[in-house]
């Protein structure tokens, strides 16, 4: 059995412990927000929080889990609101297919938690883990700056 | 499915190893895991290194560094000691993949893969970085320049761990050059890379230099006529020329998709004449650049 948080809630896996995490999070446990682009790392689509920091499902192992803390997109914000950078993408139009979303959000909320005023090439940096084939990034980078300038304003995330 | 150990300790990773002679060890998962999906390898039973405390951490040790293996490129790069002691570590690390690649590989990981490419090995290899290497029965210490045999072999012994990388300070350079020629800013392999670090005395005068370069050879390339040419000498484009036609001729790169050996060559040259253009640091002022 493999123990860790996920979303705010205790769980416990009975999964063999060379699983990827991104299967177990998808296949396992239904939470399909995780995509699989890649799987090499190179494209961010299965990113997830682990201990606070963006990490790549597709490269970690199920028991690598074992007592972290873990938020897939699906536990940024409780109930139907929306977490405020999940939001901000939405207002600025910075989902088309939305495939890279979940990775994308997961690693702008990591990003301001860091830095809650980046300006924009440090949004570009810390967003580049990330490919995106639809948007050409600008509204992406604008989502980022958007969702850091109303947390200034004092929207509580 | 493979068995996946997480020993928490070097006592129960020697434990693993003895039961799982033929585990693949990991840390960051960036290329092992990379290369098994790829169907590249196939290890009986996997070892996890990143629960091992005596893998990580990152103390002073004289004027250099000792880094725990096991450390992440993140960490390092976050590292006042490093950005401080071994700024051109500082300035490869921040090209090194992506910041998601940068909180999962670690420092030992780019050494043991011996990639030609790999982003830290020139800094490392310029700067004097020494392995520490550990077996249940005992501890060596390899220079990095000679653990590394060719694109993806090391020295590496059965059941041998990497546990450290000391670095000496580099201190005593005051212009330290990393630049990274790639395809791309973030998560580009490496088409030619250049570690430099010169010693230069008041008037300009070069007195030490230190040149390494990566992507170039089946391991990192140094060239001593080149350092040679361009010591006693102010840095000038006369010598800078001189020095550049005799890497060409060291370097061996080969065609691959990323680029041509020609183009790798002349690359190699040419990222010499960079350092007209790095001032030379003031003492207490380290020199950052890429």
Known sequence: MIAFVLNGKAVEVNVPAAKKVVDLLRLDLGLTGTKEGCGMGECGACTILVDGEPRLSCLLLAGQLEGRTVTTVEGLSPGEDLHPVQRAFVEEGAVQCGFCTPGMVLSAVSLLRENPNPNRREIREGMSGHLCRCTGYVKIVDAVEAAARKKGEGDPS | ?290
């Open chain 2, 1 to 290: 499915m493979k068995n996946l150990y997480l020993p928490r300790s070097l006592e129960e990773l020697w434990r693993v190893l003895e039961r799982e002679p033929k585990a693949a060890l990991y840390a960051g998962g960036t290329d092992l895991l990379v290369r098994m999906r790829a169907g590249m390898c196939s290890p009986p039973a996997l070892v996890c290194l990143e629960r091992i405390g005596e893998l990580k951490g990152l103390r002073e040790e004289g004027d250099g560094l000792r880094i725990g293996a096991a450390e992440t490129h993140a960490n390092l790069l976050r590292s006042p000691l490093v950005r401080e002691r071994l700024p051109i570590l500082a300035s490869a690390l921040g090209t090194l993949g992506s910041p998601l690649i940068r909180n999962m590989g670690t420092l030992g990981g780019n050494v043991c893969t011996a990639s030609p490419a790999g982003d830290t090995l020139p800094p490392l290899i310029a700067a004097g970085a020494v392995l520490e290497l550990g077996t249940p029965g005992g501890r060596r210490n390899v220079p990095l320049r000679d653990f590394i045999t060719g694109p993806g072999e090391t020295d590496l012994r059965p059941r041998e761990v990497l546990l450290s990388v000391r670095v000496p300070g580099t201190g005593a350079f005051n212009v330290q050059h990393f630049e990274k020629v790639g395809l791309r800013n973030a998560l580009a392999c490496c088409v030619v890379s250049m570690a430099a670090l010169l010693a230069v005395a008041g008037e300009g005068v070069v007195e030490k230099a230190v040149l390494a370069w990566g992507s170039v050879g089946p391991t990192v390339v140094t060239c001593p006529e080149a350092e040679a040419v361009l010591v006693g000498e102010r840095l000038s484009g006369e010598r800078l020329r001189r020095a550049a036609a005799l890497v060409r001729e060291r370097v061996s790169p080969i065609d691959d998709l990323r680029a041509s050996a020609a183009y790798r060559r002349e690359v190699a040259g040419n990222l010499l004449f960079r350092l007209l253009d790095v001032p030379p640091r003031q003492p207490g002022f380290p020199a950052v650049s890429r």
